[in-house]
């Protein structure tokens, strides 16, 4: 996924301002495809100029005003090609998992601690978005758009629960490691 195919995204789920827009990122597309605001703003230029958006004329002008974003007609057939093509998954890269190996051979001062750390961050990330699930996907009041949204949170919720599950299992594997290996 790209930075500017989720911002296509966003603005034809809602019009927005850029400052509303990096607003919405952080509470959901942010979840899966994070941007710093600058990242944003910088894209908004890029899509105006290509021709992909506009910003609306302001009722009334006056200096400093957000500027609000619509998609045009271009930028949503640049989305549709985007999203009926094909592409490949990203090879997975973590560095706990690295780290994890590396200290197979360095000694395993500070991973244990790193690990329950991890633990505690999945299990409230796992808990944000069970509460998501609850208050915005209540069983059988699913539109197609909510039901592709909610297939993404979804896919949040079950990796959050393999991460979970997996510092969990890891952690017990520590117990049982000799004196000198942990």
């Not at 973590?94 to 244990?112: C, F, K, P, Q, Y």
């Not at 039901?147 to 599950?165: K, N, S």
Request: glycine share 6%; hydrophobic share 35%.
């Amino acid at each position: 996924m790209s930075l500017p195919h989720a911002i296509l995204t966003a603005l034809l789920e809602k019009p927005s301002s850029g400052l509303e827009l990096t607003r919405r990122f952080d509470k959901s597309i942010g979840y899966f495809w994070s941007a710093t605001h600058q990242q944003i703003y910088r894209e908004l230029g890029k899509l105006e100029a290509e021709g992909h958006i506009r910003a609306l004329p302001a009722e009334q002008p006056t200096r400093g005003q957000k500027k609000s974003y619509e998609v045009l007609p271009a930028g949503r057939a640049e989305l549709a090609r985007w999203t009926a093509s094909s592409q490949d998954p990203k090879p997975y890269r973590d560095t706990m998992l690295l780290r994890l190996r590396a200290s197979a051979v360095v000694g395993t001062e500070g991973i244990e601690a790193d690990l329950r750390r991890h633990l505690a961050l999945h299990q409230q990330q796992l808990a944000e978005y069970q509460d998501i699930e609850e208050r915005d996907f209540p069983p059988g009041a699913a539109s197609p758009q909510g039901r592709l949204q909610h297939l993404v949170l979804r896919a949040g919720i079950d990796l959050e629960t393999f991460w979970t599950q997996w510092l969990t299992h890891a952690l017990a594997e520590f117990t049982e490691l000799p004196g000198e290996n942990r």
